[in-house]
T-cell receptor, first 113, second 111 residues
Framework: KAGVTQTPRYLIKTRGQQVTLSCSPI?????VSWYQQTPGQGLQFLFE???????NKGNFPGRFSGRQFSNSRSEMNVSTLELGDSALYLC????????????FGPGTRLTVT | DAKTTQPPSMDCAEGRAANLPCNHS???????VYWYRQIHSQGPQYIIH???NNETNEMASLIITEDRKSSTLILPHATLRDTAVYYC????????????FGGGTRLMVKP
């Protein structure tokens, strides 16, 4: 079974631009979560989508948004990029619910200049 | 949410068992203990999870104390490829699939 895939793997953007990252979960998984990892803040939860509905949201500004499609693929968008948004963005998929493990993708490395 | 406390770093000799402790003294009755690890710049990898009983899989064993206030992840025969940051996470029952990562333990396996 194929793992979680994320595209693109690397991205360079300029301050003020916006960016869209994509995540394809493991087949059959209905939950997709997004995380941001920076050297200073570590791994932080952004949001989770389950069956196209946002189920949980972390403490990030409204510039960070996401969505999930009917095939469970998910995208996250960051508008008006800031230098501090430079990070590794990780996506994780799960069957859903409590007690199910999450499987992470390789991440998208975003650099904002 | 239950907080976890882990030592920031540990060393282990290759071939020996690595025992990684985690304190979660405020855990509540229906919260699971999860362990993940992250090898440099890769996505975290699921290792094991448990609720009350000890668990074992092909990667590791998880020992949870009877009062559930602490746990130990055991890698029975550590290899150099086990060098990674190991995260102990307590997952609330009302938070869907949200994982709250702490600082983790940086395990260095040495030849």
């Amino acid at each position: 079974k194929a793992g979680v895939t994320q595209t693109p793997r690397y991205l360079i953007k300029t301050r003020g631009q916006q960016v869209t990252l994509s995540c394809s979960p493991i087949s059959g998984h209905r939950s997709v979560s997004w995380y941001q990892q920076t050297p200073g803040q570590g791994l932080q939860f952004l949001f989770e989508y389950f069956s196209e509905t946002q189920r949980n949201k972390g403490n990030f500004p409204g510039r960070f948004s996401g969505r999930q499609f009917s095939n469970s693929r998910s995208e996250m968008n960051v508008s008006t990029l800031e230098l501090g948004d430079s990070a590794l963005y990780l996506c994780a998929s799960s069957l859903g619910g409590q007690g199910y493990e999450q499987y992470f993708g390789p991440g998208t490395r975003l650099t904002v200049t | 949410d239950a907080k976890t406390t882990q030592p920031p770093s540990m060393d282990c000799a290759e071939g020996r068992a690595a025992n990684l402790p985690c304190n979660h003294s405020t855990i509540s009755g229906n919260e699971y203990v999860y362990w993940y690890r992250q090898i440099h710049s890769q996505g975290p990898q699921y290792i094991i999870h448990g609720l009350k009983n000890n668990e074992t899989n092909e990667m590791a064993s998880l020992i949870i104390t009877e009062d559930r206030k602490s746990s130990t992840l055991i890698l029975p025969h550590a290899t150099l490829r086990d060098t990674a940051v190991y995260y102990c996470i307590v997952r609330p029952d009302n938070a869907g699939n949200m994982l709250t990562f702490g600082g983790g333990t940086r395990l260095m396996v040495k030849p």
